[in-house]
Nanobody, 124 residues
């Protein structure tokens, strides 16, 4: 069974950091690409970034460049999303997803497997 499970979310003050985890099962994460998305209540799901099967990183929003980073631990079959300098606008449920064809894309429609999401709340 293909499965993605996010964890690591929580409550953090503005300027703080969190590291989210995306644990994969049923496939080898290191041979695939993994995208990160986020969705706030009442808003559309938006792409954050994507790590390619070759280890390249694509950041899709200028507001996230320099603040968010992604890494992979193949031994644990897990991808991590490092969130730094968090602001209230970053409050959302964060999802990891696997794209069809192992190619990064900014469009959610190309991602066929999704985790349940983990809540990130940035508040004083």
């Amino acid at each position: 069974q293909l499965q993605l499970v996010e964890s690591g979310g929580g409550l953090v003050q503005p300027g703080g950091s969190l590291r989210l985890s995306c644990a994969a099962s049923g496939f080898t994460l290191g041979n695939d690409a993994i995208g990160w998305f986020r969705q706030a209540p009442g808003k559309e799901r938006e792409v954050v970034l994507c790590i390619t099967s070759g280890g390249g990183i694509v950041v899709y929003a200028d507001s996230m460049k320099g603040r968010f980073a992604v890494s992979r631990d193949n031994a644990k079959n897990t991808v991590y999303l490092q969130l730094n300098s968090l602001q209230p606008e970053d409050t959302a449920v964060y999802f990891c997803a696997r794209p069809a064809g192992s190619l990064c894309s900014r469009a959610a429609v190309y991602y066929e497997y999704w985790g349940q999401g983990t809540q990130v709340t940035v508040s004083s």
